[in-house]
């Protein structure tokens, strides 16, 4: 068997490992996936109208549903730096080098795993919006694959991150800790509001982050509306996280196995 089948079946297993420890235990799940949608429910139904400017809490729903999915992905990889950090701290890590088993498989069925999990939270929480009012009439089928692809690689770009934050953490608790800033920065973009009302001084801070020009692209997608060069950026954004987060988790998955 090559080593190319090798790290398949190996990764394959670690992915079916990691699924069916979230499957056992979904109460992490759960609990990250209610952040998200406690923030829809209260600003939509609570902060709906006064956020809308006159337009409505339809136009309003319309708005925020796109920046709520994104922040799903950010509250789901928390769990996945928890995760590796857990199996860091229980050993489980250091019996897998032991095995006769493709040693990249170990981080590559967290992170796909992570993938999976993001994917699935960001359905649930889209079936939360859509019955909340949600609509995405002027999508085409074309934007709605741009969407789905540009959810898929935004969470692998957070994934790798969030491995990285688990593997350098020495607890479970501090891993947690470590990952909050993938849940805040998405309250700090034009997630809730458009950036042009906030102040001019902190404009820079909303704009010049990761989460502003995916949340931009997406709610385009969806909505049918122009993205300019958000798409770009976050393309750009993207493989830059995901190629910093990969070089980060690798060289600490090394540094450990001295």
Same mark, same amino acid.
């Given at each position: 068997?090559?080593?190319l089948?090798l790290?398949?079946?190996?990764s394959?297993t670690?992915?079916?490992?990691n699924?069916?420890h979230?499957?056992?235990?979904p109460?992490?799940t759960?609990?990250l996936?209610l952040t998200?949608?406690?923030?829809l429910?209260?600003?939509?139904?609570v902060?709906?109208?006064?956020?809308?400017?006159?337009a409505?809490r339809? /136009?309003?729903?319309?708005?925020?549903? @796109?920046?709520i999915? *994104?922040?799903t #992905?950010? &509250?789901?990889? =928390?769990?996945?730096?928890?995760?590796?950090a857990?199996d860091m701290?229980?050993?489980?890590?250091a019996?897998?080098?032991?095995?006769?088993?493709h040693?990249s498989?170990?981080?590559?069925?967290?992170v796909?795993?992570?993938?999976?999990?993001?994917v699935?939270?960001v359905v649930?929480?889209?079936a939360?919006?859509?019955?909340?009012?949600f609509r995405?009439t002027?999508?085409?089928?074309l934007?709605?694959?741009?969407a789905?692809g540009?959810i898929?690689?935004?969470?692998?770009?957070?994934?790798?991150i969030?491995v990285g934050?688990g593997?350098?953490?020495?607890?479970?608790? /501090?891993?947690?800790?470590?990952?909050? @800033?993938?849940?805040? *920065?998405?309250? #700090?973009? &034009?997630?809730? =509001?458009?950036?042009h009302?906030?102040?001019?001084w902190?404009?820079?801070?909303?704009e010049?982050q990761?989460?502003?020009?995916?949340?931009?692209t997406l709610r385009?997608?969806?909505l049918?509306?122009?993205?300019?060069?958000?798409?770009?950026?976050?393309i750009?954004?993207?493989?830059g996280?995901?190629?910093?987060?990969y070089?980060?988790?690798?060289a600490?998955?090394d540094?450990?196995?001295?």
């Open positions: 068997m090559s080593s089948s790290a398949v079946r190996d394959s670690m992915l079916r490992r699924l069916l979230a499957r056992r235990y109460s992490l759960l609990n996936l998200p949608v406690m923030l429910l209260l600003f939509v139904y902060f709906g109208n006064a956020m809308s400017g006159g409505g339809s /136009a309003y729903i319309a708005y925020i549903v @796109p920046g999915l *994104l922040m #992905i950010g &509250s789901t990889v =928390v769990g996945t730096a928890v995760s590796v857990t701290n229980e050993g489980i890590i019996r897998f080098r032991t095995m006769a088993i040693r498989s170990i981080l590559v069925g967290h796909i795993g992570s993938v999976v999990q993001s699935m939270s649930v929480v889209g939360v919006g859509v019955a909340i009012g995405s002027d999508a085409t089928v934007e709605w694959l741009a789905f540009l898929v690689l935004f969470a692998l770009a957070l994934t790798w969030a934050m593997l350098a953490s020495p607890n479970a608790e /501090a891993a947690s800790n470590n990952a909050t @800033p993938l849940i805040i *920065l998405p309250l #700090i973009s &034009s997630a809730f =509001v458009p950036l009302s906030m102040p001019g902190f404009q820079p801070i909303a010049y990761p989460f502003t020009p995916a949340i931009e385009g997608l969806l049918g509306t122009g993205i300019g060069d958000n798409g770009w950026i976050t750009a954004w993207s493989l996280l995901s190629a910093l987060g070089r980060w988790s690798k600490q998955f540094r450990d196995a001295k």
